[in-house]
């Protein structure tokens, strides 16, 4: 188990911006690739961004490039995002979630989730 707990949501007007961070307890962080993901009311959970190992490499979904940027601090156990120019369409619960074995970009392929937080975006 990697537990996970996520913070920095809230409430934010469109075009503003936030970070939300991830922090693990009691495990070397730097042994899992890490990833954030979303699920929308009534929508399927989707991949947001994700980050490999040591934070050489990262991949993000075609709704966020260019907007959103995922980071890591190893040594603090800490993931973080920071979400640019936001939109109504990114509301949503943000969910850190911890793999294995590269850096996946299906939900599915995830090991650990955290609770999530909750991000609204009015317009």
């Known amino acids: 188990q990697v537990p996970l707990v996520e913070s920095g949501g809230g409430l934010v007007q469109a075009g503003g911006s936030l970070r939300v961070s991830c922090t693990a307890s009691?495990?070397?962080?730097?042994?899992?690739?890490m990833g954030w993901l979303r699920q929308a009311p009534g929508k399927e959970r989707e991949f947001v961004a994700g980050?490999?190992?040591?934070?050489?490499?990262?991949y993000y979904g075609d709704a966020v490039k260019g907007r959103f940027t995922i980071s890591r601090d190893n040594a603090r156990r800490e993931v973080y995002m920071q979400m640019n120019s936001l939109k109504p369409e990114d509301t949503a619960v943000y969910y850190c979630?911890?793999?294995?074995?590269?850096?996946?970009?299906?939900?599915?392929?995830?090991?650990?989730w955290g609770q999530g937080t909750q991000v609204t975006v009015s317009s």
């Open positions: 979630a911890a793999a294995q074995r590269g850096v996946p970009l299906s939900p599915s392929e995830y090991d650990y």
């Open positions: 009691g495990r070397t962080l730097s042994s899992y690739a």
């Open positions: 980050i490999s190992r040591t934070g050489g490499a990262t």
